[in-house]
């Protein structure tokens, strides 16, 4: 009697009842060659329905365990490395990099945030907001970071504390995150990272750059579903942080390692999302292997960059040598408009693929300019050359067909 009352027979035909809202008509499989979020390969998504778990319970551990020496191994460092942690946030990149900002510029500090493209400016938006005192030295779009221009601008401002870009997705810009970080410690400040859109597709250089905290997310490279921000933090930056004041609580790094330390997080994690993470990262490191997963983007940047030389009236938008290994963006033959590129979206859609036109504010900035346009590729994360070669091939027919 008991198992009809817990299980009515109205149980199972409430389940069928409700799967037409996951059909694929409803909600068509589309191949994401984005930016982020990216495809999510099978294994990953099979992870999800892994059993859920309490985040202070001997569980949590089985996956956060894991998943915090495997990120340590993907950032090239020994997982007890004792000058390095790792924090998991919930939310994204930018809870990240926010928390940066919260713990780590103090109210006398000065705030140099470097801007190469829509995310520099990001982190700029992000100290204003903060109420920090920010200045910004700001790059045209499309360009990397110049260290001289830098280097008068550490002198001018004398900042303590300098934020910055390493891969810029809205451009396609990769900066030498060595030699900015460099430039930074030659002037006597410490250095902050956004490395959201790099770090899973290649080497980030965190022990050789040095920076205080670098902070990243799982929907790019990682080739996750996204809500956990990811901080490595530096005893350089807990030692700061104890020196500034309202840091906040879910921004506070302090409270951050106080919990990572334990292997958990500080706040409730998606367990969901916590699955596929322990799941995915294992896969990385253990079955790919970090230098096949880092050289698997080297050779489909390679082919991007194969594919837009074969393309007459288009070329690569960053300058050589900071040409991204995780996205393209290609510069459009002039008097091509942003609706002609969302016309090619569509017609992607069509194909069952995700294509990404630009990025918006920059293809209305570059409009408004009377400049050439730019659309992006996004190769990162678990697609693989093949799925490269199988897209540019459509894509190729579609920038044909579309734009004549
Ligand atoms: C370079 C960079 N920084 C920061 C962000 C913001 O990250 P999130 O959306 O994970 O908060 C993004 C997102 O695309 C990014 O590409």
């Not at 998504?45 to 985040?55: N, T």
């Not at 870009?165 to 990272?193: F, Q, Y």
């Not at 004041?245 to 506070?252: I, L, N, Q, V, Y």
């Given at each position: 009697m008991g198992g009809a009352l817990l299980r009515p027979a109205s149980a199972n035909a409430t389940i069928k009842e409700r799967t037409p809202l996951m059909s694929d008509s409803l909600f068509p499989r589309l191949t994401l060659f984005i930016t982020g979020p990216i495809y999510v390969?099978?294994?990953?998504?099979?992870?999800?329905?892994?059993?859920?778990?309490?985040?202070?319970?001997a569980e949590n551990a089985k996956r956060f365990g894991p998943i915090m020496t495997n990120l340590k191994l993907l950032a090239g460092l020994d997982p007890d490395d004792p000058d390095w942690d790792v924090a998991i946030y919930n939310g994204s990149g930018s809870t990240a990099m926010e928390s940066s900002i919260r713990s780590l510029v103090a109210a006398d500090d000065k705030v140099l945030n470097v801007s190469v493209g829509a995310f520099g400016d990001l982190y700029h938006k992000m100290a204003k907001l903060n109420g920090k005192n920010a200045v910004q030295l700001k790059f045209d779009y499309g360009q990397a970071i110049d260290l001289a221009k830098l280097d008068?601008?550490?002198?001018?401002?004398?900042?303590?504390?300098?934020?910055?870009?390493?891969?810029?997705?809205?451009?396609?810009?990769?900066?030498?995150?060595?030699?900015?970080?460099?430039?930074?410690?030659?002037?006597?400040?410490?250095?902050?990272?956004?490395?959201?859109?790099?770090?899973?597709?290649?080497?980030?250089?965190?022990?050789?750059?040095?920076?205080?905290?670098?902070a990243t997310s799982t929907q790019k490279s990682l080739g996750l579903p996204a809500g956990f921000g990811i901080g490595f933090i530096s005893k350089e930056a807990e030692a700061k942080a104890e020196?500034?004041?309202?840091?906040?609580?879910?921004?506070?790094?302090?409270?951050q390692l106080g919990r990572s330390r334990k292997s958990q997080t500080l706040t409730t994690p998606n367990c969901t999302l916590a699955n596929q993470m322990y799941v995915q990262l294992d896969y990385i490191v253990n079955q790919e292997t970090i230098a096949k997963r880092f050289a698997r983007h080297e050779a489909m940047r390679g082919q991007v960059h194969d594919f837009v030389d074969g393309l007459d009236g288009f070329e690569l938008f960053a300058p050589e040598g900071h040409r991204s290994p995780t996205l393209t963006t290609v510069l459009v033959p002039e008097g091509i408009t942003f609706a002609q590129l969302k016309q090619v979206k569509e017609a992607m859609r069509a194909e069952g693929y995700l294509y990404d036109p630009g990025y918006g504010k920059l293809n209305t900035l570059l409009e408004e300019q009377?400049?050439?346009?730019?659309?992006?590729?996004?190769h990162m994360g678990d697609i693989t050359p093949d799925m490269v070669d199988t897209y540019l091939g459509v894509l190729k027919k579609t920038l044909e067909t579309t734009l004549g």
């Open positions: 390969r099978e294994e990953v998504r099979q992870a999800g329905l892994m059993p859920e778990f309490g985040h202070r319970d008068a601008a550490l002198a001018e401002h004398k900042p303590q504390v300098v934020t910055f870009t390493h891969n810029e997705t809205s451009t396609g810009v990769t900066n030498d995150v060595k030699a900015v970080c460099e430039m930074i410690r030659k002037h006597g400040a410490m250095p902050l990272v956004d490395g959201v859109s790099l770090f899973g597709g290649a080497d980030i250089q965190l022990k050789e750059a040095g920076p205080a905290m670098y020196k500034v004041e309202f840091r906040g609580h879910a921004s506070d790094i302090i409270n009377n400049r050439r346009l730019v659309f992006r590729i996004g």
